[in-house]
Nanobody
Framework: QVQFVESGGGLAQPGGSLRLSCAASGFTFSSYGMSWYRQAPGKERELVATINRGGDSTNYADSVKGRFTISRDNAKNTLYLQMNSLNAEDTAVYYC?????????WGRGTQVTVSS
């Protein structure tokens, strides 16, 4: 079945870095644009970054532009999010998902906490 397994979260200090991974299975990963979302406590889930099927076109939310980099390895069916210059506002659970389809299907996410 279709699965999105996010990993790589944890505790980071302000200004620090983390690299998230999303292992996708059960569908043809290379045929889908992919995205990272996040949900902070008490807030709506928000779109953070997107990447096209080939990995050569990306888009970012204004809040992370210049700090986060989304990438993918289609041979490994894996999506990545490199997060640099982290701040407290980046604290959230991060999820990956295809850009289209799979409505209502989410992974468990990976918790990112930025705190000194």
């Amino acid at each position: 079945q279709v699965q999105f397994v996010e990993s790589g979260g944890g505790l980071a200090q302000p200004g620090g870095s983390l690299r998230l991974s999303c292992a996708a299975s059960g569908f043809t990963f290379s045929s889908y644009g992919m995205s990272w979302y996040r949900q902070a406590p008490g807030k709506e889930r928000e779109l953070v970054a997107t990447i096209n099927r080939g990995g050569d076109s990306t888009n970012y939310a204004d809040s992370v532009k210049g700090r986060f980099t989304i990438s993918r390895d289609n041979a490994k069916n894996t999506l990545y999010l490199q997060m640099n210059s982290l701040n407290a506002e980046d604290t959230a659970v991060y999820y990956c998902k295809p850009l289209v389809g799979f409505i209502g299907l989410w992974g468990r996410g990976t918790q990112v906490t930025v705190s000194s």
